[in-house]
């Protein structure tokens, strides 16, 4: 169990569960785009040591960009709200992207995102997530890769935080249930 900020939480996934589904999603990846060149577009800040892990595995020709976009703002629920924080300058035309996001619940963010991704002509996209939250889910793009199928519950570590803090931990954590 962990303190993190005001709140207890227990662990969820352990490190070596995500070692072990990372390397299988690059491994799909790796399979699935042979023979291209891939743009990994990572989601900032939450999806950053996913994304590092996730790229180890690539052996692809690839290159990677960064976007920031949030739809929290310091609690533990989306607030349905998307906001650019830095945009993708570079061109995706003619590219196949792969959006590297630690987690989908709502889809609220993809679906901010995506559409104006496929304005800029890439030769395909694709949604890579580590945690997948299909109860939650009510957006229009659902992932193609996903790591884990959770539940509807807060969760933390490995880059996802809570109130900015508990990112840097190496496994992920879920709100400790009361008793």
């Known amino acids: 169990m962990v303190k993190v900020s005001d709140k207890y939480f227990e662990i969820f996934i352990s490190e070596a569960e995500i070692e072990q589904e990372v390397a299988s999603l690059a491994s799909r990846i790796n399979a699935d785009h042979q023979g291209q060149e891939v743009l990994f577009l990572v989601l900032l800040n939450g999806a ?4 590092s892990d996730l790229l180890k595995h690539i ?46 619940d709502t889809g609220t963010t993809m679906d901010a995102l995506i559409p104006d991704l496929t304005e800029r002509n890439p030769a395909s996209v694709k949604i890579c997530t580590l945690l997948f939250k299909p109860e939650a889910f009510k957006g229009q793009f659902a992932p193609q890769y996903t790591g884990f199928n959770i539940p509807n519950a807060f969760v933390l570590g490995y880059g ?4 900015e803090q508990g990112r840097n931990l190496n496994a992920i954590y879920q709100l400790k249930k009361e008793s």
């Open 48 to 51: 950053f040591m996913f994304a």
């Open 59 to 104: 052996t692809l020709p690839c290159s990677v960009s960064f976007v920031k976009l949030s739809s929290y703002h310091g609690g533990t629920s989306s607030s349905g709200q998307v906001k650019e924080l830095i945009g993708l300058n570079e061109s995706i035309e003619g590219k196949h992207v792969i959006v590297v996001e630690d987690i989908v």
């Open 160 to 163: 996802l935080d809570y109130n």
